[in-house]
């Protein structure tokens, strides 16, 4: 079945690098010039993908860089002693992360946490900036008196466009400018194409991060050529549009379908024979009148957000400080 019409605008939306390589491998398209590995041990799969050149940025839409993505399915399960083996990973991955981007171990830091404290599921960068353990004003006040192992580490959380009137790159440019750190690490919240890697997944990436990009916002970014400093991005998708939701319903049902009858073109009829851009399309031309395309989140976000927080923000204290224990991060509060 061929068609005239651009379909682009309907391409299922994602912030995971993983997530994008794997549409393109779907859709049978070649990707070259991407180099993934995969590692797994305690329910911690970790995938480490690197865009090399122009030809693997166009193949995956995303732009070159280094990618690590950790999976963990059983995260949702609030399992303090499994938070804890995810910290601890998390640290030991984000350290060699550093080290690859040649970022020396006496570097300052500034995180930035960004995302909207009001709204449970954008609450991810201000909840991590709460439980970041900030150092700089020792640095600043006695340098003499602090402890080897440290490093000057400052946090801030710029809140959002609608709440301040300022883009958050605006607000951060402006205390680069005041605080000149060596580093950025932004962490923001954003949208997965899978249901399944919501609320289990976290990825590092050395390309800096766009505020908003994950809810089709396109605003002023966090990004090296912005801010003229390395920026290493740390996201959790929590979001998932709706009918990316629908449209994986369908595919359920067809393999259900399928198992158990062997033919599904009579039930499904011609949806079964659309391709998944196309039935996609399909999904979003019926709810978008409606206003029914809701970016939709778990109802365990609440509890998530938190823990997510923890074990991100545990991981980066031991990753930022050598005198924290990397082999040994408490990540929820027991």
Do not use: C
Request: aromatic share 4%; hydrophobic share 45%.
């Amino acid at each position: 079945m061929t068609h005239d019409v651009d379909l682009s605008q309907y391409a299922v939306h994602t912030d995971l690098a993983l997530e994008a390589k794997e549409m393109a491998e779907e859709a049978g398209s070649p990707v070259p010039g991407v180099l993934m590995e995969t590692a797994e041990a305690d329910g911690i799969k970790v995938t480490r993908l690197e865009v090399q050149n122009e030809a693997g940025s166009q193949a995956i839409g995303k732009v070159i860089g280094k990618y690590v993505t950790f999976e963990v399915p059983e995260l949702r399960t609030h399992d303090s002693e499994l938070g804890d083996k995810v910290a601890t990973r998390f640290a030991q991955e984000f350290e060699r992360f550093l080290q690859q981007l040649a970022v020396p171990a006496n570097a300052s830091v500034l995180i930035v946490g960004l995302g909207n404290w009001n709204v449970t599921p954008d609450a991810l960068g201000p909840l991590v900036v709460e439980n970041t353990m900030v150092t700089r004003q020792f640095f600043e006040l006695m340098p003499d008196q602090v402890a080897p192992g440290y490093r000057a580490v400052s946090a801030v959380a710029p809140g959002v466009l609608g709440i301040t009137g300022i883009e958050s790159s605006e607000i951060v440019q402006g205390i680069i400018e005041k605080t000149k750190p060596d580093v950025i690490i932004a962490i923001d919240a954003l949208a997965s194409r899978s249901l399944e890697r919501v609320n289990t997944t976290i990825q590092i990436a050395d390309t800096g991060i766009h505020p908003g990009s994950g809810i089709g916002n396109k605003r002023k970014g966090l990004t090296k050529d912005i801010l003229g400093v390395p920026v290493v991005a740390i996201g959790v998708p929590t979001v998932v549009y709706a009918s990316t939701l629908v449209n994986s319903a369908i595919d359920m049902m067809k393999e259900h379908f399928r198992k158990e009858q062997g033919d599904t073109s009579q039930i499904m009829g011609l949806v079964d024979q659309l391709a998944e851009q196309e039935r996609l399309a399909l999904v979003k031309e019926v709810l978008s009148p409606l206003k029914h395309d809701l970016l939709v989140t778990p109802k365990e976000i609440d509890q998530f957000i938190e823990d997510i927080a923890n074990v991100i923000a545990s991981g980066l204290n031991a990753a930022l400080h050598e005198a924290v224990d990397s082999s040994n991060v408490a990540a929820y509060t027991h």
